[in-house]
């Protein structure tokens, strides 16, 4: 079994950090792919994660053509094929995020198959408001043996409003729209900076995407869309999470590339704390005086809210820092799973319902504990750092579906670290 081994207590991080490309941008990128006719689709600055290779096989599996060059972080997929209408389950139910082939697959064949996904460890995800906007463009949805049905001869555009600004069903509906006949709007919609950068592609593969980034988007359809080369943005979950990382070690560490507006609702929390946030030109500098910090609330929201992919690693800043602070979590209804984990480490918290109250600027002590979800495997890597003595992480693969050498990185600007256990 692989873990993480971290000797902390004494750890002050400095120095620069290389931020990847976004996990949650790749994945949309790569299913937008299918809908390209005609030439081959380039993605630059691509992670080198499990998620990714995940998705390289959804799209394999309905007969395209994927090449993965890990060396030059690009991804080329050739779609100008027949392509199978099928999203195979044994990859499909791998990945949550995969549904995201859904939109893209109806839009080009007519008819698509995807395999309904399982629960998760942080909350239920579900996919109505992805089918609702489908139906709402004719398309006829049938479920039955595990398996979601749409069909639609040709998608019409339509008028969707979405309860909830849900980043998956943003990305289906779009995706989908590029190709129906007529106006698409949709209202409420997602305005993350993934959603900013899919759109950018698709308007490169011949779409006419307006309005990405606000509530409102617009598709006129077209009938065809081809090929182009694009960057992933940069993963700013990953750089918050190194900010973060700084800020709880009284660090001083500048994270290369940076995106300022991406990163805001983290860093306007930051700053709130006590925390010394400055733009530079080479990215966002990140420096911190834990004794100096003051404790906070926060409460995730949708973007432009505090996002929920950085609430656990935000708790272990809060742990550090004297007083009490509280995080409220309204996007995933269990997503405080890491506490549980963060209290053999020493951590004084109290949950109600969807409430966290945290106790911090005790005595944190190493432990041996495990990764439940994604964004808990980097919190309790952050928690080993500040804790006393020898923390050891496991259930690693949470983090390797979002992290690149994680652990390296944080050994480059200090951090006594080590992974052991790997073939």
């Known amino acids: 079994m692989e873990q993480i081994i971290i000797d902390g207590?004494?750890?002050?991080?400095?120095?620069?950090?290389?931020?990847?490309?976004?996990?949650?941008?790749?994945?949309?990128?790569?299913a937008a792919t299918i809908l390209a006719k005609d030439g081959q689709t380039t993605l630059r600055h691509v992670p080198i994660l499990s998620d990714v290779f995940v998705m390289n096989d959804v799209v394999r599996g309905l007969g395209i053509t994927v090449d993965f060059n890990q060396e030059q972080n690009e991804i080329t997929v050739d779609a100008t094929?027949?392509?199978?209408?099928?999203?195979?389950?044994?990859?499909?139910?791998?990945?949550?995020?995969?549904?995201?082939?859904?939109?893209?697959?109806?839009?080009?064949?007519?008819?698509?198959?995807?395999?309904?996904?399982?629960?998760?460890?942080?909350?239920?995800?579900?996919?109505?408001?992805?089918?609702?906007g489908l139906e709402a463009m004719g398309a006829e949805i049938t479920q039955f043996?595990?398996?979601?049905?749409?069909?639609?001869?040709?998608?019409k555009g339509a008028n969707?409003?979405?309860?909830?600004?849900?980043?998956?069903?943003?990305?289906?509906?779009?995706?989908?729209?590029?190709?129906?006949?007529?106006?698409?709007?949709?209202?409420?919609?997602?305005?993350?900076?993934?959603?900013?950068?899919?759109?950018?592609?698709?308007?490169?593969?011949?779409?006419?995407?307006?309005?990405a980034g606000t509530e409102t988007l617009t598709i006129i359809g077209v009938k065809r869309l081809h090929g182009a080369e694009h960057d992933v943005v940069q993963d700013r979950i990953e750089a918050g999470?190194?900010?973060?990382?700084?800020?709880?070690?009284?660090?001083?560490?500048?994270?290369?590339?940076?995106?300022?507006?991406?990163?805001?609702?983290?860093?306007?929390?930051?700053?709130?704390?006590?925390?010394?946030?400055?733009?530079?030109?080479?990215?966002?500098?990140v420096r911190s005086t834990v004794q100096n910090l003051k404790p906070v609330s926060v409460k995730t929201l949708p973007h432009p809210g505090f996002p929920t992919d950085m609430q656990a690693q935000f708790t272990a800043l809060m742990a550090v820092?004297?007083?009490?602070?509280?995080?409220?979590?309204?996007?995933?209804?269990?997503?405080?799973q890491h506490l549980e984990e963060m209290r053999r480490m020493g951590l004084h918290t109290e949950i109600l319902r969807d409430t966290a109250l945290i106790h911090g600027g005790g005595n944190l002590q190493g432990a041996k504990v495990m990764s439940t979800d994604l964004r808990a495997s980097a919190a309790l890597i952050l928690t080993g750092l500040v804790a006393q003595g020898q923390t050891t992480?496991?259930?690693?693969?949470?983090?390797?579906?979002?992290?690149?050498?994680?652990?390296?990185?944080?050994?480059?600007?200090?951090?006594?670290?080590?992974?052991?256990?790997g073939a």
Request: negative net charge; aromatic residues 6%.
């Open 81 to 132: 094929n027949f392509i199978d209408h099928t999203a195979p389950y044994e990859y499909v139910s791998r990945m949550r995020a995969s549904i995201v082939v859904l939109g893209p697959i109806l839009a080009r064949c007519g008819e698509a198959v995807v395999s309904m996904p399982g629960g998760c460890s942080i909350g239920s995800r579900p996919i109505d408001l992805h089918l609702k």
């Open 9 to 30: 207590g004494q750890t002050r991080l400095q120095g620069e950090v290389t931020i990847e490309g976004a996990k949650n941008a790749v994945l949309p990128l790569l």
């Open 393 to 421: 992480v496991t259930k690693l693969e949470h983090l390797d579906r979002g992290y690149y050498q994680f652990h390296e990185k944080l050994a480059g600007l200090g951090a006594s670290i080590r992974r052991e256990g």
């Open 241 to 285: 999470t190194f900010m973060v990382a700084a800020a709880m070690t009284s660090g001083d560490v500048l994270v290369k590339d940076a995106i300022w507006e991406h990163n805001r609702p983290l860093i306007s929390k930051l700053l709130e704390m006590g925390v010394e946030v400055t733009e530079e030109a080479g990215g966002i500098r």
């Open 145 to 155: 043996g595990g398996d979601i049905t749409a069909k639609a001869a040709k998608l």
């Open 160 to 211: 969707i409003y979405l309860d909830f600004p849900s980043v998956g069903a943003t990305q289906n509906l779009m995706m989908a729209a590029t190709l129906a006949e007529g106006k698409t709007v949709i209202e409420n919609a997602a305005r993350e900076p993934e959603i900013v950068n899919l759109a950018v592609l698709l308007n490169k593969m011949g779409a006419d995407v307006r309005g």
């Open 321 to 336: 820092v004297k007083g009490e602070s509280s995080m409220i979590e309204t996007v995933f209804e269990n997503r405080f």
